[in-house]
């Protein structure tokens, strides 16, 4: 039987990058031959196509939640789709923040991912006062359930979940294992409640200053399914030891 919790290691380029990166990249993701492992580029959306080919699988950093039209500026999941997409990105803490993404905004970019066939990375995560206030699982609890009510159970076995406290991102300050661990435990054990089975097959990664250095603690986490890599994934060498560190 396929493991539904096989490690999927994704890198999220934000608003960086280049052509000429997404071709080193490729050369050294495609040379490395890794196995049991899946890897996932999500560059920004020009460089999308330059990705056609790559043995691993790639991914847009948000999507739409309108199917086609009058929305200047817009990049609907059938685009996506016809790029080659497997992969979206949605509520990324910065799109929260930067473009005020709501709770139910979110949960909505989930369901038309899903329409089209696309897997949606739902990420969740605190921040910094939040966590300091001893609220994060409310809060965490509070983003899942926009997305449960949206979509129901069910569809959770054909989303992933990423885990990225707010205060981790690009910071440097790393959540311990342990601290990741917890909040993971609490996600599934969370969803478990509603559907035992969709929970123990739901693939939560850890997003929040993973380095090669770190990966590999972070990832021997029972509940860490692998990672959602920000500044380190525009090293190729770096992205790829943290993809190694993902296999087990
Ligand atoms: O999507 C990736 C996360 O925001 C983590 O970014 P970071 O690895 O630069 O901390």
């Known amino acids: 039987m396929q493991n539904k919790r096989r490690p999927l290691v994704a890198g999220n380029w934000k608003m960086n990058g280049s052509v000429e990166l997404a071709k080193q990249m490729i050369d050294t993701l495609d040379s490395s031959n890794i196995q049991n492992v899946d890897v996932l580029v999500c560059p920004p959306f020009p460089f999308l196509s330059e990705f056609n080919g790559f043995s691993g699988s790639v991914g847009a950093q948000n999507l739409s939640e309108f199917n086609a039209g009058a929305h200047t500026g817009e990049v609907s999941a059938t685009m996506l789709k016809s790029l080659k997409c497997d992969f979206v990105l949605v509520g990324h803490s910065e799109r929260r923040t930067d473009n005020g993404e709501s709770d139910a905004l979110v949960a909505k970019k989930v369901s038309v991912a899903l329409e089209q066939g696309l897997t949606p990375i739902l990420c969740v995560g605190e921040p910094e006062a939040v966590r300091e206030s001893g609220e994060f699982f409310n809060h965490i609890q509070a983003q899942i359930d926009a997305v449960v009510d949206q979509i129901g159970i069910a569809k959770f076995d054909n989303i992933v979940v990423a885990y990225e406290p707010v205060w981790a991102i690009g910071t440097g300050k790393t959540a311990s294992p342990l601290q990741a ?68």
Not at 207 to 216: L, M, P
């Open 181 to 248: 661990q917890q909040v993971h435990e609490f996600i599934r054990q969370y969803l478990a409640e509603l559907d035992a089975e969709v929970a123990q097959g739901l693939r939560i990664l850890y997003g929040g200053s993973v380095k090669a250095a770190n990966a590999n603690e972070l990832f021997s986490q029972p509940d860490v399914d692998g990672g959602l890599i920000g500044g380190a994934s525009l090293e190729p060498q770096e992205f790829l030891n943290i993809c190694l560190a993902a296999k087990g």
